[in-house]
């Protein structure tokens, strides 16, 4: 598609837009009233307007049935994670009954490397990114030290090449089979938080099976920003946030995916609760774990409702938006309309100031562009936070920008740039 840098033609593309309502259903922090330019999904997405009401007919229920809430009412909490897990299975690509929602995300990473990072023998080493998000860091180095093995030889992290900026899939696939046989697990970010890059989970999950390896993913950064086929490609597991580009409220809750292979496999270690045990005897109170099918037989707690009450109000849109693919049609446009006007920003004053470490294949990124500024990256930054707007910054040098297929139009990302190019201007 050919782009231009002209507000009328960023219009033009708005008016064409057949998700355009929907921004309607979101609340935008206001600058100078006016909405701000919110470009920061990848961090926190935004309200959507129904999860108050959502919320309120949960607070409504615990008002009027008290603890028989969990049996009464129109939606009954006991139940209530089976509404989101049919939602959530068309965005992650899985079976309703390999998906649940639990506790936040690092502590369900945690929970899931109990049952698949089994290092016994030589097979004790996990391989993953370098550079990944810390929290991922810190929880691998973690369950390695508790098993014993220290974190500079059990964890290999796979950097890019000299003077590239992303990791090339064959340079992945080929140190899985290098360290196949030393392999516990093979465990990656579905899109890098700091790069944006998204990986070939089809082809790491391949390679990770061959070297008898397990296979998980953190998809803090994919779920509900790109299409996924975790039941096809046959990932063991995965976990991710539901606050970043689902919309679902700072700490909210968490999703799992289990694949199914795995569901009556009894070698699984689990850290076990109650909210795990079988449903229809969990309330037999006795002795000895008996896990419920699935990846429901995961969960640990009592459901936090409010918070998947919140869950629940946003995944509707992405139903009603007709689903995953769809929203990813409009955001591969968003995004390389974005793209475009950067380029045009560094021609425009004649220097490549502004580089995308993101990779420009569309299949190898999600929404997210991740900026290197050249100089001034701080102070222009703040240049676009006093515009209204919202990015993120990242040290030393990185702008993280990210417009979602769902409440972002064409409009934010022109003027998105529109101020790039001032600050440009200002800061040569
Ligand atoms: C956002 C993010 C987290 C945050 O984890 P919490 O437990 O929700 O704080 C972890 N890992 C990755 C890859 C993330 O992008």
């Not at 390999?98 to 502590?107: R, Y």
């Not at 918070?307 to 769809?326: N, R």
């Amino acid at each position: 598609m050919d782009f231009s840098n002209d507000l009328a033609f960023a219009q033009t593309l708005d008016e064409a837009d057949t998700l355009k309502d929907f921004r309607s259903q979101f609340w935008f922090p206001q600058h100078n009233g006016n909405d701000a330019i919110y470009l920061c999904g990848n961090s926190l997405g935004l309200q959507p307007k129904q999860t108050q009401e959502v919320i309120a007919g949960q607070l409504t229920a615990w008002r009027n049935y008290g603890v028989e809430g969990w049996f009464e009412g129109e939606e009954p909490w006991l139940p209530y994670h089976k509404k989101l897990a049919p939602l959530l299975g068309q965005i992650v690509g899985a079976k309703p009954e390999e998906v649940t929602v639990m506790n936040s995300l690092t502590v369900n990473l945690h929970l899931l490397m109990v049952s698949f990072y089994k290092p016994a023998g030589k097979r004790y080493k996990i391989i993953m990114e370098g550079g990944a998000f810390p929290s991922d860091q810190y929880a691998v180095e973690s369950q390695v030290r508790f098993h014993g093995y220290d974190p500079k030889d059990a964890v290999i992290e796979l950097f890019p090449r000299d003077g590239e900026n992303t990791l090339r899939t064959e340079d992945i696939t080929s140190s899985i089979d290098t360290n196949a046989e030393e392999l516990a697990l093979v465990f990656f970010a579905g899109i890098n938080y700091y790069t944006g890059q998204l990986f070939d989970l089809k082809a790491i999950t391949e390679a990770g099976h061959k070297a008898g390896a397990y296979v998980g993913f953190d998809l803090a950064h994919a779920a509900g920003n790109v299409p996924l086929q975790l039941h096809n490609w046959g990932a063991d597991f995965a976990c991710w946030c539901s606050y970043k580009y689902m919309n679902s409220g700072p700490g909210g809750i968490s999703g799992v995916f289990v694949h199914e292979k795995h569901h009556n496999d009894q070698s699984l270690n689990r850290l076990a609760g109650w909210w795990g045990y079988k449903l229809d005897e969990r309330f037999k109170m006795v002795p000895g774990f008996k896990p419920e099918l699935g990846a429901d037989g995961w969960q640990v707690s009592t459901s936090p409702i409010l918070l998947m009450a919140a869950h629940y109000a946003a995944l509707q849109l992405f139903e009603k938006a007709g689903g995953i693919e769809v929203l990813n049609d409009k955001s591969r446009k968003l995004t390389a309309y974005l793209e475009f006007l950067i380029n045009d920003v560094n021609a425009q004053i004649g220097d490549e100031l502004f580089k995308i470490i993101t990779p420009t294949d569309t299949a190898q990124r999600g929404c997210q562009l991740s900026i290197i500024c050249k100089h001034s990256g701080k102070a222009i930054f703040d240049y676009l936070v006093a515009k209204g707007v919202i990015g993120d910054w990242r040290e030393p040098d990185v702008i993280r920008v990210s417009p979602v297929p769902l409440y972002n139009s064409f409009a934010d990302v022109y003027y998105a740039a529109k101020y790039l190019l001032e600050a440009a201007q200002q800061f040569k």
